[in-house]
């Protein structure tokens, strides 16, 4: 039992300093404690997810997308990851899939306001204006619903 408890809480410094490093701006250190904390729980979605933000603030919208899947592999109903995946396939240049995660993070959660927000960013780059227009509309409506 000790072993599980000392596991859990390695597991927690590394998450947590990890996460603390994001939040300062540092992506690089918080790759290194995120990285170990994935290996003592491999099966975290928030730990896989949080990797694949910190990918994707250094510029690694590729790989990103490969740990988001991984979260969303653990976790089938995990909002932020497909969001968060949606904008990684957003700076890859791959609008369709952008939609459609972004899309998915509204099934969700159809009070999600941020990924309204990046789904009118999107259909205004494929040149859909109405879309985006009632997207952009939504986005708002929530987001000053939540004051």
């Known amino acids: 039992m000790g072993d599980m408890k ?6 927690q410094k590394h998450f947590s300093t990890g996460n603390a ?3 300062a701006g540092d992506n690089e250190n918080a790759l ?3 990285q170990k904390a994935s290996k003592i ?7 896989w997810n949080n990797i694949g933000v910190a990918k ?5 919208f590729k790989e990103a997308i490969e740990y988001f899947n991984k979260a969303i592999e653990l976790d089938s109903q995990y909002k932020d990851a497909y969001h968060n995946r949606g904008l ?4 890859v240049g791959d609008l369709a ?6 899309s998915k993070a509204i099934e969700l959660d159809d009070c999600y306001w941020s990924a309204y927000r990046h789904r009118s960013i999107v259909y205004h780059m494929i040149g859909n204006d109405r879309k ?3 997207d952009y509309i939504k986005a708002q409506t929530l987001y000053e619903s939540e004051d």
């Open 97 to 102: 899939s952008s939609i459609e995660d972004l």
């Open 21 to 23: 490093f994001a939040n």
């Open 41 to 47: 729980c491999p099966d975290h979605a928030l730990t």
């Open 56 to 60: 994707m603030c250094l510029g690694y």
């Open 6 to 11: 000392d596991k859990t809480l390695t597991w």
């Open 32 to 34: 290194v404690q995120l």
């Open 88 to 91: 990684a396939h957003s700076d």
């Open 132 to 134: 985006s227009s009632e």
